[in-house]
C-alpha cells in the first residue's frame, strides 16, 4: 500500500492567519499586515507609545528616560524571542503552529508588565508591528526547522 504524501505546512499562511486572529478586533489589521515589508522593527514613538495624563489631565511629553525604559524593553523582547527560537530548535521536533502563539503570549506579557510601573503604555500598534517584524523572522526559522526535521526523520536515509 502506498502512503499519501504527506502535506506540507504554511508557514507562511499560519504566520499571516495567526496575527489576523489575534489582532482581528483592531481597525485597518489586514491593510497593515498587507503594506507591511519592514524586518527590521523601529519605535515610532508617535503611534506605538501613548503617554499617560497627569493629575491635571494633560499629557505628559516623552522624556529620554521613557524612551530608554522603550527601548530596553523591546530589546528584552527581542532577547525572550531568541530564547524560544533557540528553544524550538534544540527539540528537534517538526514545525508547530503554536510556536506563533507562544511568540505571541511573551509579547502580551512583556508589554503588560512594562506598561504597569511607567507613565506610557505601548499601543496596540506597538504589538502589531512588533509581532509583524518577529514572525516574519520567526517563518524562516520554523521553515528551516521542518526541512532540518523532515531530512532526520526520512526513512531513505534510514535504509541507506
Request: aromatic share 12%; net charge negative.
Amino acid at each position: 500500500s502506498t502512503l499519501p504524501p504527506a502535506i506540507e505546512p504554511d508557514i507562511d499562511v499560519d504566520s499571516e492567519n495567526i496575527l489576523l486572529e489575534y489582532f482581528n478586533n483592531k481597525k485597518n489589521i489586514v491593510d497593515i499586515l498587507n503594506n507591511s515589508s519592514e524586518e527590521m522593527f523601529q519605535i515610532k514613538y508617535d503611534i506605538h507609545i501613548e503617554m499617560r495624563q497627569t493629575m491635571l489631565g494633560w499629557r505628559r511629553s516623552i522624556e529620554t528616560y521613557d524612551e530608554e525604559s522603550i527601548k530596553m524593553t523591546t530589546n528584552y523582547i527581542f532577547s525572550r524571542f531568541t530564547e524560544i527560537i533557540h528553544n524550538v530548535r534544540s527539540q528537534r521536533r517538526d514545525y508547530n503552529p503554536s510556536y506563533f502563539y507562544e511568540i505571541l503570549r511573551m509579547i502580551e506579557e512583556e508589554v503588560t508588565s512594562a506598561s504597569t510601573e511607567e507613565s506610557y503604555t505601548f499601543t496596540s500598534r506597538y504589538k502589531i508591528d512588533l509581532s509583524l517584524c518577529l514572525f516574519q523572522r520567526a517563518s524562516e526559522i520554523f521553515k528551516q526547522v521542518h526541512r532540518e526535521f523532515k531530512r532526520a526523520n526520512d526513512p531513505v536515509n534510514y535504509l541507506e
